[in-house]
């Protein structure tokens, strides 16, 4: 079974920036592997997106403020994040699909606060 680990997540003030990754014990080049995150009483919205085959997708609310990327050799993808506001609060997860088959991290907490 798939398992993924956040992490990476904390305090940071209003326009900063933090680097999340997404961890595994299974190599995650042929998965679907998105970031979502979801704010208290909401769903979870899409932040971003990679593909097996290189494309990315990315949130509207946040293009152009976040990078999503990944490494191969230690099975982790990132979420970089910059010029964070207020409103970027909120936990992170990390998700992977293949054909079928999806998987979910426990989420990492992201607070942006002065």
């Known amino acids: 079974q798939v398992q993924l680990v956040e992490s990476g997540g904390g305090l940071v003030q209003p326009g900063g920036s933090l680097r999340l990754s997404c961890t595994s014990a299974t190599d995650l080049s042929f998965y679907t592997m998105k970031w979502y995150r979801q704010l208290p009483g909401e769903q979870r919205e899409l932040v971003a997106g990679s593909g097996s085959g290189g494309s990315t997708d990315y949130g509207y609310s946040v293009k152009g403020s976040v990078t999503i990327s990944g490494d191969s050799t230690k099975k982790t993808v990132y979420l970089q994040m910059n010029n964070l506001k207020p409103g970027d609060s909120a936990s992170y997860y990390c998700?992977?699909?293949?054909?079928?088959?999806?998987?979910w991290g426990q989420g990492t907490q992201v607070t942006v606060s002065s």
């Open positions: 998700n992977g699909v293949l054909g079928g088959f999806s998987c």
